[in-house]
């Protein structure tokens, strides 16, 4: 029998990306074909020819449907790749938002036009993603029909991130798994640090990932005299991730702004004590003291304080971990979500055939 044909409009490279289209071919036994906008991100001028590549992308697009006839498309980002999804005259089309809000930054002069192409996309759409329940407030104010919402995460595959944890107990054993970027907030994280050294606190941070802050934050940990103290494992295959989080019993992660964090899934799983920012992309999975921590976006002296707090009450460290475990198990757990992904794709090409 011939395999069903995805088209699939995103950036490829992604962790997300990978994770949602080898889950299709694994669970659905979906045929993947993929198209992505070729001009990177990063500088102003790149930003400029992506915009220009972007309006002359539709052409592209159908031209690649001719040619393979997928039977449906899906698209991440609900103002750029989902936007050409929802032009490009195949049904059905799924769409994902990849954050709280995808009409982001807020006060960028685009704000208008992200968010007209966005209310078109979610109104072509024939069923809309949300990795989390956190996306599905700025969908309501959008008036999203929400009968066309899946509240799914992905989820993580719980064989690699197995529940076992080898830290040492008498240490602090703390992992950053965030892109090296300013919105991470590892400046902050470095600081609280800089804190527990002073106190004669013993810990070992390490820092996956790289990024544009990596040389200002190797600078700021030699002059908070923490150096010797932190590891910038930079980037990794996501191979060697399970190992380090297994290394680690605190997770921390200090973003401004989250959607749905497959970060903190895959500390959950592993049994790593979670200590993020008092947001609410993060507080759809953590309630303060109780599975985690929150700390105040900006403040490291809070979150040097919890640190501490939570390295004196190791009972209750002990008693979050295999809750959150069990959380991940019944909640995020990809071969579970993704069947079900893969599932309702089938379903939405039968009713188009029909």
């Known amino acids: 029998m011939k395999k069903r044909k995805i088209l699939f409009l995103g950036e490829t490279y992604r962790a997300d990306a990978i994770t949602w289209t080898n889950g299709l071919k694994d669970f659905g036994d979906f045929e993947i074909i993929s198209w992505e906008l070729k001009t990177p991100c990063g500088t102003f001028m790149n930003r400029i020819l992506r915009i220009f590549e972007f309006q002359f992308s539709i052409f592209k697009i159908k031209k690649i449907i001719k040619v393979e006839q997928p039977d449906m498309v899906i698209a991440e980002r609900t103002t750029s790749y989902g936007f050409l999804a929802a032009l490009c005259g195949v049904q059905p ?18 704000y208008p036009f992200k968010k007209a192409i966005q209310n078109y996309a979610f109104k072509k759409a024939t069923l809309i993603h949300a990795w989390g329940p956190v996306m599905t407030v700025s969908m309501v104010e959008a008036n999203v029909d929400m009968d066309k919402v899946m509240v799914l ?17 008498d240490t602090i054993c703390a992992i950053v798994t965030r892109s090296l970027l300013p919105e991470y907030r590892h400046d902050i994280i470095l600081k609280a640090f800089a804190i527990l050294n002073q106190k004669g606190i013993n810990f070992v941070l390490t820092i996956v990932g790289d990024g544009t802050e990596l040389h200002g ?12 103290k932190v590891r910038f494992m930079g980037r990794i295959p996501n191979t060697e991730l399970p190992k380090l989080l297994q290394d680690s019993n605190v997770y921390i992660s200090m973003p401004t702004t989250e959607g749905v964090s497959a970060s903190l899934f895959e500390a959950m799983a592993t049994l790593c004590y979670p200590i993020v920012t008092d947001i609410a992309g993060n507080q759809s999975w953590i309630q303060h003291r109780k599975n985690g921590q929150l700390i105040t976006v ?16 190791e009972e209750h460290r002990n008693k979050a971990i295999v809750s959150n475990r069990k959380f991940i198990e019944e909640h995020a757990d990809y071969n579970t979500n993704m069947a079900i992904i893969a599932s309702k794709y089938h379903e939405l090409i039968n009713t188009a055939k029909k």
């Open 298 to 313: 900006d403040d490291y002296k809070m979150l040097a304080e919890e640190l501490i707090w939570s390295f004196k009450n």
């Open 153 to 169: 995460p992905k989820g993580i595959d719980l064989k690699k991130f197995g529940n076992r944890n080898t830290a040492k107990s």
């Open 93 to 110: 089309v799924v769409i994902a938002q990849q954050g709280r809000t995808d009409l982001w930054p807020e006060n960028s002069p685009l």
């Open 217 to 228: 934050l190797k600078k700021l940990a030699k002059k908070l005299n923490i150096e010797n």
